[in-house]
């Protein structure tokens, strides 16, 4: 049995709202074990038997399509990879600190050359990319609601579904979930 953190797209925000015990008994509905969430944003810590994550990830994506009604992305990543990813300053410090929001998104599979070149030409005076294997860090010198990015321009960027999570929340799940 083995630990696993999903991240989900789409619950709670654009008018979908879940509610975190009826999520959990949809995944325990899937037989997950030791099933709980982390904050209404679509965290959800499970234990699986599965060892094929993009298998996993598959079969998650799938029930709640059909229990919910609508697509939910879903990215799965390990207690060892959230905890690296949580470590990760692609950014200079004075930057970092000055920065309004700090957020990492989530990717099924790491962009191609070609989709990083062009997310990476979008870095200007607001918004500073860096990626990272599954993982983009977007670092917004401002607040996101004054940034043009957001994961719809993420997501046609990359031509690949994603859904971000502030830096601060991966830090805590890294904490509570995270290896040690």
Known sequence: MSRYIAFLRA???GGHTVKMDY???LFEAMDFTRVETFIASGNVILDSNATNLTTLEKKIAKHLHKELGYEVA???RTPIELAAISTVQP???ATFEAAAAFNIAFLAEPPSPAATAKLLALKNDIDDF???GREVYWLCRVKQSE???SNVVLEKTL???AT???AKTIVKLAELHGAK
Request: aromatic share 16%; no cysteine; charged share 15%.
């Open 130 to 132: 860096h990626v990272q």
């Open 147 to 149: 940034s043009k990015f």
């Open 23 to 25: 999520l959990r008994q």
């Open 11 to 13: 619950i709670n925000v």
């Open 74 to 76: 879903t990215f799965i």
């Open 91 to 93: 950014f200079p410090k």
């Open 159 to 161: 031509g690949q579904a």
């Open 164 to 166: 971000f999570r502030g």
